[in-house]
């Protein structure tokens, strides 16, 4: 039977620590109101937490719900920011754990990891199967359904019993999962870190099916979305059914367009378009690119935002092109952007004087 981790609890509960996961939790938030709030009497506060945890009777709060467009429509529940410094707590503590059970080629939500590393091992594993296979290799692309929603509590607690076995460790998990609305052992809530390493402690069941029973050398996984190069259409096939049994085993599906393809369509993943030869932008990103700069545009002239705001968001796009062959469609979509801060009161004075010649 596998060595299983204890005597953790101390660690999560250490003044130092909770004091750490509170410098964690604030990065790139100092300035928010709850932040500050907490921070305001932090000591008071963190000596407060631990005593809640060391008794056990700690208590989630409640989250604040919010959707997101971008990349997809989606629901976001974040906890309050005293739970977030409690889950960065545990996540330092426990994380490491299980760092070392996680295959190399999962690249989400992990340090040294991330989409740029996932798109370029993806390349390199479409150029290495074109080499040594020739024409014929084929993609398996899959994500699954609703996957933060789908997570089974028992399939991930489960895992987690596999490599940590301190009951206080444990009982904190379970508290944080059953927490959020999601207390009927069904789901996670998008948004928490907890969550983030959940996902990733469910899929490595998963990933060492693919690596280490199958044998798939050029498997990649980013969170629930992963690719498989093989050498022809009948591997593929094979391929797909066996990792669809695998993930129905978790107690989750697969997205119904989970399809095989020849790899000349090239690979449609985190976010850009992947061939052996050249990388490209995914079509429906530069689509939304060029609708979110118009909307800009009209929200800098009417006043709703700063020219600041609408540099921020230039530059996130230019980084996200320069990853990809695009200066033309990046010149282009640039090319359309027209803001001149002299002009921003253009409307309110046509509306009042009605007169042309203010915009010659």
Not at 182 to 190: A, E, F, I, K
Not at 229 to 241: D, H, P, T, W, Y
């Amino acid at each position: 039977m596998p060595k299983t981790i204890n005597g953790l609890w101390a660690e999560v509960v250490d003044f130092d620590n909770l004091y750490r996961a509170f410098q964690s939790a604030r990065k790139g938030k100092r300035y928010q109101h709850d932040v500050m709030e907490f921070a305001a009497n932090l000591e008071e506060n963190l000596i407060n937490m631990q005593n809640h945890l060391i008794w056990k009777s700690w208590a989630p709060g409640p989250q604040r719900e919010f959707v997101v467009r971008e990349p997809k429509l989606r629901l976001i529940q974040a906890p309050p920011f005293a739970d977030r410094v409690i889950h960065h707590a545990l996540v330092r503590v426990v994380e490491p754990y299980f760092e070392r059970k996680f295959i190399a080629d999962s690249f989400a939500c992990r340090t040294g990891k991330g989409t740029q590393r996932a798109v370029m091992r993806t390349q390199h594993f479409l150029r290495v199967a074109k080499r040594n296979w020739g024409d014929d290799i084929y993609v398996v692309k899959c994500d699954i359904s609703k996957y933060f929603a789908s997570i089974v509590h028992s399939v991930l607690m489960g895992q987690v019993r596999a490599t940590i076995s301190d009951q206080g460790v444990l009982w904190l998990w379970e508290a944080i999962i059953a927490a959020y609305g999601h207390d009927q052992g069904l789901g996670l809530p998008v948004g928490s870190l907890t969550s983030q390493l959940g996902a990733n402690i469910v899929l490595n069941r998963l990933d060492h099916v693919a690596k280490d029973d199958m044998g798939l050398h050029h498997y990649v996984r980013y969170m629930d979305d992963f690719v498989v190069i093989v050498r022809n259409k009948a591997e593929a096939q094979r391929v797909l059914q066996t990792l669809d049994d695998t993930v129905r085993g978790l107690g989750l599906w697969l997205n119904p367009k989970s399809a095989i393809h020849p790899w000349q369509r090239g690979v449609d993943f985190c976010g850009y378009r992947i061939w052996p030869s050249h990388i490209l932008p995914r079509k429906r990103n530069i689509k939304r690119a060029r609708a979110d700069f118009k909307r800009l545009m009209r929200q800098y002239y009417s006043g709703q935002v700063e020219m600041t705001h609408v540099r921020e968001r230039v530059m996130s796009f230019l980084a996200y092109a320069k990853h990809c062959q695009a200066r033309r469609t990046v010149e282009g979509i640039l090319g359309e952007i027209v803001l001149i801060p002299g002009l921003r009161d253009i409307p309110e004075r046509l509306s009042e004087t009605g007169d042309l010649s203010l915009t010659r």
